[in-house]
């Protein structure tokens, strides 16, 4: 794992919410703005930004926790600002803090964790499952 990165350190993903990132249970639309499954994804992707310049060739990240505080809508056709700053980095964990927002309003904070592991490691705990 290379060791490029410490605490306070930001990386910024943005992306405009679509039609198919709405909260649609059984095929019922619940809401027709960005569901929390959806902020989600684009949350880990932020924070992964960091691991992908972490990690070295025979290594890969793999999520540990998220967590989201969702606080306001973001509606289809916004473009949401995910900004992930690092909370820590110990051994091979990172730990990060997340902000999403619409125009500088908040849409949602959270954290997420991944660990950097080898693809060999990673392998071997997917067969004992």
Excluded: Y
Excluded at 86 to 97: A, K, W
Aim: with cysteine; hydrophobic share 45%.
């Amino acid at each position: 794992m290379i060791d490029a990165f410490k605490k306070g350190d930001q990386k910024t993903h943005r992306f405009v919410v679509r039609p198919t990132d709405i909260a649609v249970f059984d095929g019922v639309v619940v809401h027709q703005v960005c569901s929390t499954f959806a902020l989600a994804r684009e949350i880990e992707w932020s924070s992964r930004l960091f691991v992908l310049e972490m990690k070295q060739d025979d290594e890969e990240g793999i999520g540990t926790m998220l967590a989201i505080d969702h606080r306001s809508p973001a509606m289809i056709g916004d473009e949401v600002e995910v900004v992930a700053t690092v909370g820590s980095v110990r051994n091979n964990e990172l730990i990060c803090d997340i902000r999403a927002m619409v125009d500088g309003r908040i849409v949602a904070t959270g954290k997420t964790g991944q660990k950097i592991l080898k693809k060999e490691k990673i392998k071997q705990l997917f067969k004992t499952v």
